[in-house]
């Protein structure tokens, strides 16, 4: 199915964008190289990392069919939270949610509407996030939501690479540091709330951009010391790691 997602959009027309639009992609390709990001997280120790906590929301959970309504994202500097580093737009939207979509996400129709230029929300976004390594909870939703927005309205795909704590919170936690020692645990993967609540972790509402990325972020904050604990001290470790304990998950 993503496969004949991908050849639709070979077949699309390309977006118009404007001049300005135009030249913010340019430098975006040019300061990030496609693939350069992979490379260049490899040895980066964990106390010098800069990962982008994401979370967004949409009308609906069809990847394949509703569209991205808002992002919102903090920076995890080393080990702590930025609270300095944060980032929350909604995008216009040509078509206001549902009512029942709208008591979740709390996004009024005056708002979608009001929003601002989907390519410009979605370049600005890229513009923040830089060549910095990707986190969500349950993060393929967010990440499938992100990439096929910038497809229509960019006319690229970004190829970020994310770290799904739903896959990494479980294996850390169990203490082993590696996924053959976490099977009790990503058996049965918790929600984000149950994660919140281990670590006496508040935020201020649940369903809302911004106050889920936080709250993220206080997690991946609160798991990178274990991670570097159990020998995964860089930012290609904690990658890898997030990797097994995915494919353990997928096995279970």
Known sequence: MRALEWLKGLAAPPPAL???????????????????????????????????????????????????IAIGAVVVAGHAVALAESFEIVLRQEQVSSA??????????????????????????????????????????????????CRRYLGIDPTLIWVDLADLAPGVQSGS??????????????????????????IAARHNAAADALGTAQLLSALLPACASQGHSTIGGVLRLADEFQWLRRRQ
């Open 177 to 202: 540091g590696h996924a053959s020692g976490a099977h009790g645990d990503t058996r049965n993967s918790r929600g984000l709330d149950w994660w919140l609540e281990r670590y006496t972790i508040r």
């Open 18 to 68: 404007d001049e300005a639009q135009r030249m913010r992609l340019a430098g975006l390709r040019e300061s990030i190289p496609r693939g350069a990001r992979a490379e260049r997280w490899s040895n980066v120790p964990l106390a010098d990392a800069r990962w982008v906590v994401a979370d967004v929301e949409s009308s609906g959970l069809d990847v394949s069919h509703d569209r991205l």
């Open 100 to 149: 029942d979509n709208i008591l979740i996400h709390r996004i009024v129709g005056q708002q979608q509407i009001g929003g601002v230029d989907p390519a410009d929300a979605l370049l600005s976004f890229l513009e923040f996030v830089g060549d910095s390594p990707m986190v969500g909870y349950h993060a393929p939703f967010d990440a499938r939501m992100i990439e096929r927005a």
